[in-house]
C-alpha cells in the first residue's frame, strides 16, 4: 500500500536509483534482479555469472536456481570480496554477469569492477545485504551497478526480521522484477488503491 510505496521511494533517493522495490528477503531481490537480466539479455541456460568464492550461500544459489553457471573467483585478503584482478582469468564466451559481494560493511573494488565490465559487456547486480549505507567516495554502494540488492535481515545494518529492497535506474528492468516478485502479476494489477 502507500507506506510501503513511501519507504520504497525514500530507499532508492538515499541510495541514489530511481526505483526501489521492497521483497520478502535480500535473496529474494537477488534472484528477481538476476531473472530480470536474464529475461532483458535473452540469456540461455549454462550461461555464466561471477561470484566471489567467499559470500552467503544466496550469492550462488540464485545463480543455480535461474538455471545459470556460477564461477567462483577469489577474493582479496583484506577485504573478503571479490578481486577485480581475478576477473579477466575467468572470462568465457558464456560469461554474462557478475555479482560483487559487499561484504561485513566493507564496500568490493566497484570502480575496477566496473571498468571490467564495462569493458567486456557484463551486467553487474551488488550483493549490497551485508553493507546497507557503506559508500565508496561519498558514493553508496548499490549505486554503481546495473542492478542491486539489500536485506533487512535481523542481522543486517537496517534490521527489519525479514526482507530486503531490490534496485535500479530502468523502467522496464523494475516493471519485470515487480512481475517476478509478485508472482507474474502485470504491475497495474499491483497499484490498484
Keep these: ?28 531481490a537477488l534472484q528477481a534482479g538476476l531473472a530480470t537480466l536474464k529475461e532483458i539479455n535473452h540469456w540461455q541456460d549454462g550461461d555464466e555469472v561471477l561470484v566471489p568464492a567467499i559470500s552467503f550461500i544466496s550469492t550462488a544459489n ?75 567516495n561519498g558514493q553508496p554502494v548499490g549505486s554503481f551497478g546495473d542492478l542491486a540488492a539489500f536485506s533487512t535481515y535481523a542481522a543486517h545494518l537496517l534490521p527489519t526480521g525479514v526482507g530486503g529492497f531490490l534496485v535500479g535506474d530502468s523502467p522496464k528492468m523494475e516493471a519485470i522484477a515487480r512481475s517476478y516478485i509478485f508472482h507474474g502479476r502485470h504491475q497495474s494489477y499491483l497499484s490498484i488503491d
Design 1 to 28: 500500500g502507500p507506506f510501503t510505496r513511501k519507504l520504497e521511494a525514500k530507499f532508492a533517493k538515499l541510495h541514489h536509483r530511481q526505483w526501489s522495490i521492497f521483497t520478502s528477503s535480500g535473496t529474494g
Design 62 to 136: 540464485i545463480v543455480y536456481h535461474l538455471r545459470l553457471k556460477p564461477v567462483f573467483l577469489d577474493v582479496e585478503p583484506n577485504t573478503y570480496n571479490l578481486n577485480p584482478k581475478e576477473i579477466i582469468k575467468y572470462l568465457t564466451k558464456k560469461t554474462k554477469a557478475m555479482i560483487p559481494v559487499h561484504v561485513l560493511g566493507l564496500p568490493a573494488n566497484m570502480p575496477q569492477i566496473l571498468i571490467l565490465a564495462h569493458t567486456h559487456r557484463l551486467k553487474v547486480i551488488e550483493d549490497s545485504c551485508d553493507a546497507m549505507f557503506v559508500g565508496i
